[in-house]
């Protein structure tokens, strides 16, 4: 079975400080890695996702994430937060092996409430 | 449409009703997932269409749940006999293709349903 864990339920930083929202995963196999953003009332957005290939992929809005296998992490990480960025984030992953059923769903963790303080 | 459409935003049954929960997926897309987001917790999925049919409904959690898409375009989420713990935001995504790192599903922005 494939899991996710976010460590922290919250991350405050301020304004112009880099910042970074942890995630760790575990699965038999390769894994695509991927980040969601939740803004209040909305649905989830995608932010980045990781498939292969270099370890420090970009994405939306300026963030990016680094791909540790050795660690099986996968943190989200800015350089400089905007008050905007305070959202819920969340991580997900799925094997990339074909399986069957199941092979295709997301295996999301629990959330992150990031909080940017002008 | 230009996203994906759930209706109604918001849904309150009392205990042992029947509810169905609507999803308008973008124009074109042949993926359709419905996922459950109970308070303080991710997305949990509970069931994959592709086209008309159910690929993967390996995470209804019991009978009660039923979801169908006749036409391959709107799907439909049933709950039979609702029980408080059915209480949740479901969320419904759609894309392109299968396969999320593909296409990246769109997710439409749920249905709240509580139930007293």
């Known amino acids: 079975a494939q899991s996710v864990a976010q460590p922290e339920d919250q991350v405050n930083v301020a304004e112009g400080n880099p910042l970074t929202v942890k995630c760790t995963y575990s699965?038999?196999?390769?894994?695509?890695l991927f980040w969601y953003v939740q803004y209040p009332n909305r649905g989830l957005q995608f932010l980045l996702k990781?498939?292969?290939?270099?370890?420090l992929v970009k994405g939306s809005y300026g963030f990016e994430a680094e791909f540790n296998k050795s660690q099986t992490s996968f943190h989200l990480k800015k350089p400089s937060a905007l008050v905007s960025d305070s959202a819920l984030y969340f991580c997900a992953v799925r094997v990339t092996a074909y399986s069957g059923a199941g092979s295709y769903q997301l295996t999301f963790g629990k959330g992150t409430k990031l909080s940017v303080i002008p | 449409g230009a996203g994906v459409s759930q209706t109604p935003s918001n849904k309150v049954t009392e205990k042992g009703k029947y509810v169905e929960l609507r999803c308008d997926p973008i124009s074109g897309h042949t993926a359709l997932y419905w996922y459950r987001q109970s308070l303080g917790q991710g997305p949990e999925f509970l069931i994959y269409f592709q086209g008309t049919g159910a690929a993967d409904d390996s995470g209804l959690p019991n009978d009660r749940f039923f979801a169908v898409r006749p036409e391959g375009s709107v799907s439909t989420l049933k709950i039979q006999r609702t029980e408080r713990g059915d209480s949740a935001v479901y969320l419904c995504a759609s894309s392109r293709l299968a396969a999320p790192e593909a296409d990246g599903y769109t997710f439409g922005s749920g249905t709240r349903l509580t139930v007293v």
């Open positions: 699965v038999s196999g390769n894994p695509y």
């Open positions: 990781y498939i292969t290939g270099d370890n």
